[in-house]
């Protein structure tokens, strides 16, 4: 199983990123899927969920701003980034969970300057 991200880069605050997870090894249609993100010296935290069968779910430090979504067609999970401040600033990066396996995306950089 492999995921990689793409999307990444560096915008100004207010403004929006999408970010793209291509995922080989696995079909979407049958696993959970995230987006977690990493800053310096901090532990990752999982910033968007979508289960299968289940309405996405956000941390509250993104809801309202962030979209996750899954293309099945195209196996790829993505994120939309909207309204996007200086402490969005991480890594980024996409996770499959499937019967106890997890597996993650090294990642790609998001920065957000003021």
């Known amino acids: 199983v492999q995921l990689l991200e793409s999307g990444g880069g560096v915008v100004q605050a207010g403004g929006s990123l999408g970010l793209s997870c291509l995922v080989s090894?696995?079909?979407?249609?049958?696993?959970?899927v995230f987006w977690g993100r990493q800053e310096p010296g901090k532990d990752r935290e999982v910033v968007a969920t979508?289960?299968?069968?289940?309405?996405?779910m956000y941390a509250d430090s993104v809801k309202g701003r962030f979209t996750i979504s899954r293309d099945s067609a195209k196996n790829t999970i993505n994120l939309q980034m909207n309204s996007l401040k200086p402490e969005d600033t991480a890594i980024y990066s996409c996770?499959?969970?499937?019967?106890?396996?997890?597996?993650w995306g090294q990642g790609t950089q998001v920065t957000v300057s003021s």
């Open positions: 996770n499959v969970r499937k019967l106890g396996a997890s597996y």
């Open positions: 090894g696995l079909a979407l249609s049958i696993v959970d």
């Open positions: 979508l289960r299968r069968g289940s309405s996405a």
